[in-house]
């Protein structure tokens, strides 16, 4: 008797995991052809992911769509039998998981990044820094006592928190985080306060792009970025989707609540390895690897067996 598939969940990564010439050969599959025609008609030009600048592919408006073009493409290249208990995205990368989920067509998750993108890269008021060496509750508190906008945005694992508000809020956000014992604080290069009040104008705006599109109740759970909970009907997911820009991204929780229903391997689909390296810190007993290409998507189910039954 054969040993039963390893649990998988899906993780999609979100803007910084972008990478110069990390489509390269995705246009050569059906889908990377109609996706990138896609991109074309909504005047979003994607070369710089298959092209070898880095600072290309560094703007909003071109890494979102750039990056779901690739997630979208290589996990539509994943094995069909895989045993996948949940999805989850990092951000943008949410729109990749719905579509895994098949909550939304491949094209309709593209042109939803194409404008996500164009809609935060517009809020230009504002940045962000990363927190290293002091807990979510410590950061919260000092966020709450300093003065001007300043919140936390990622809850990306064990001692890493990014912060995003006010430029000045922020560097004293900063400040006081290194007396209060951080590790380091990290400026981030980014064109505005994510996932923060500051986003307010997008986020309105994208519940009106999202009124406009058809989403179905997904087939897999989908952990929602707001409150990691998993997601089972069009009606939630529109409701967190709507939420997203202007709430913190609980990606520690996320990973657990993924490991709780049962989650024996942690698949990163996408470039880089951001995920994969958040997830062995927040479960260190959880194999977590990633897939960043065709070839890596065929081999999964070679590398699944081969990491044993957990």
Known sequence: MSAPALRVALCF???GSQAAAMAAGLDGTELGARLLAVAAAAGV???????????????????QPALIFTEL??????????????????????????AAAGALDPEQALRLAVERGRLMAAMR??????????????????????????VVANLNGPGQVVVSGGVAAVGALSARARE?????????????????????????????????????????????????APLVSAAELREGLGRQMVSPVRWSESVQRMVAMGAQVLVEVGPGSVL?????RIAPDVTAFG?????????????????GPG
């Not at 994969?276 to 062995?280: D, K, P, Q």
């Not at 897939?291 to 990491?307: C, I, K, P, Q, Y």
């Open 291 to 307: 897939v960043d290409s065709l070839a890596a998507a065929a081999g999964l189910a070679d590398r699944l067996s081969a990491a």
């Open 73 to 98: 493409v290589i996990a539509a290249a994943l094995p069909r039998d895989l045993a996948v208990v949940a999805v989850a995205g990092h951000s943008v990368g949410e729109l990749a998981a719905l």
């Open 180 to 228: 209060a014992g951080a590790r380091r604080v990290v400026p981030l290069k980014v064109s505005g306060a994510f996932h923060s009040p500051l986003m307010a104008g997008a986020a309105a705006e994208f519940v009106r792009v999202l009124d406009s599109v058809e989403l179905r109740s997904p087939s897999i759970p989908v952990i929602a970025n707001v409150d990691a």
């Open 276 to 280: 994969t390296g958040l997830a062995r």
């Open 45 to 63: 030009d994607l070369a710089p992911a298959f092209a070898g600048d880095e600072e290309l592919i560094r703007p909003t408006e071109v890494a």
């Open 125 to 150: 008021e504002g940045t962000m820094a990363a927190v290293l060496g002091l807990e979510a509750d410590t950061v919260a508190r000092l966020c709450a006592q300093t003065e001007g906008t300043v």
């Open 13 to 15: 990564p979100g803007q």
